[in-house]
Nanobody, 126 residues
Framework: QLQASGGGLVQVGGSLRLSCAAS????????MGWFRQAPGKEREFVTA????????YYADSVKGRFTISRDNAKNMMFLQMNSLKPEDTALYYC?????????????????????WGQGTLVTVSS
């Protein structure tokens, strides 16, 4: 149901824009997030956006450099990544959280998301 794209190889300081296409008919009822996983590390929260797009949340490591957005009319979510650093190298996943099916949840906790895309690889070279 989720398809991430837009990854690639970029030099330090460069930019990339990731996209996530959702096939869910109730997309505008889903909260969305981006996570990433580097080799040998656990999956970590990057950013999230609520269903209307009015609220966004960022990990401290990307605040001021990354911007999350969504287009509910097109069932799309985006991640604009600027000033990329080597430590941003990872497989990036988009995920969807259905709050109506959840009890207490946190945007920052991968286990609370019910739907996941396949991941798109971002490599930042120095």
């Amino acid at each position: 149901q989720l398809q991430a794209s837009g990854g690639g190889l970029v030099q330090v300081g460069g930019s990339l824009r990731l996209s996530c296409a959702a096939s869910a008919r109730s997309y505008n009822r889903l909260d969305m997030g981006w996570f990433r996983q580097a080799p040998g590390k656990e999956r970590e929260f990057v950013t999230a956006i609520n269903r209307s797009g009015s609220r966004t949340y960022y990990a401290d490591s990307v605040k001021g450099r990354f911007t999350i957005s969504r287009d509910n009319a097109k069932n799309m979510m985006f991640l604009q990544m600027n000033s990329l650093k080597p430590e941003d190298t990872a497989l990036y996943y988009c995920a969807a959280l259905d709050a109506s099916a959840s009890g207490v949840y946190s945007y920052r906790r991968p286990a609370d998301y019910q739907y996941w895309g396949q991941g798109t690889l971002v490599t930042v070279s120095s």
